[in-house]
Each structure stands twice: as structure tokens, then as C-alpha cells.
Nanobody, 119 residues
């Protein structure tokens, strides 16, 4: 199983960006899918999570500006980021809990995509 993240880039503060993360490989079911971000000098932070049924949760700092969604048929999770702020700058990683065989489940991480939003 592999997760491939994309969509990062350089966007001025106030702009928007949509990140995507596609899962591929031997997959039976994907449970929770999340987006984390890593900024220099800080621990990796959970930004948003979405369950297989669509229940979402967000870190307080992005509520109202960021939306996580998923397309189960495409095995893809998205992160729509609006009204970007400089503090949104960082490397964004997707993560997923994947049942890859009838009896085995494991978490997988994407490679990260860089979002830069200068002031």
C-alpha cells in the first residue's frame, strides 16, 4: 500500500490550495484518513481527520478555513485550504488506516507535500 500526496505549492497569504492524497495497492478497506503538518521546530501536528463514514474533526487553528473530504471510490482524501495564513506553512502528510488483507490492518503515511504561504 502506498499513499501519494500532491497539491502543495507557494500561495500568498489569503489564497487557497487543495491537497490530494491517493491510496494504491492491495486495499480492502480504508478507515480513518488524516492530514498532518510538520513545521520547523515543532512536532508533527494533526490538522484534520475524516472517518470512513465522513465524520470530520479539525485542529482549532484551521476551523472555518480548512475542509477535509474523501472519495472512497477513488481512495483519495482531500484537504481544501482557504484563507491561508503564514502559520499554515509546512510539510503536509496524509495518513490512513488501511485494512490490506482480511486479517491485517496498518497505518500508512504519504511522502509529504510542502505548503508555503508567506506573509
Amino acid at each position: 500500500v502506498q499513499l501519494q500526496a500532491s497539491g502543495g505549492g507557494l500561495v500568498q497569504a489569503g489564497g487557497f490550495l487543495r491537497l490530494s492524497c491517493v491510496a494504491s495497492g492491495s486495499i480492502f478497506t480504508i478507515h480513518d484518513m488524516d492530514w498532518y503538518r510538520q513545521t520547523p521546530g515543532k512536532e508533527r501536528e494533526l490538522v484534520a481527520t475524516i472517518s470512513s463514514s465522513g465524520t470530520t474533526n479539525y485542529v482549532d487553528s484551521v476551523k472555518g478555513r480548512v475542509s477535509i473530504s474523501r472519495d472512497n471510490a477513488k481512495k483519495t482524501v482531500y484537504l481544501q485550504m482557504n484563507s491561508l495564513k503564514p502559520e499554515d506553512t509546512g510539510v503536509y502528510y496524509c495518513r490512513a488506516d488501511v485494512r490490506w488483507s482480511p486479517n491485517y490492518e496498518h497505518e500508512f503515511w504519504g511522502q509529504g507535500t510542502l505548503v508555503t504561504s508567506p506573509a
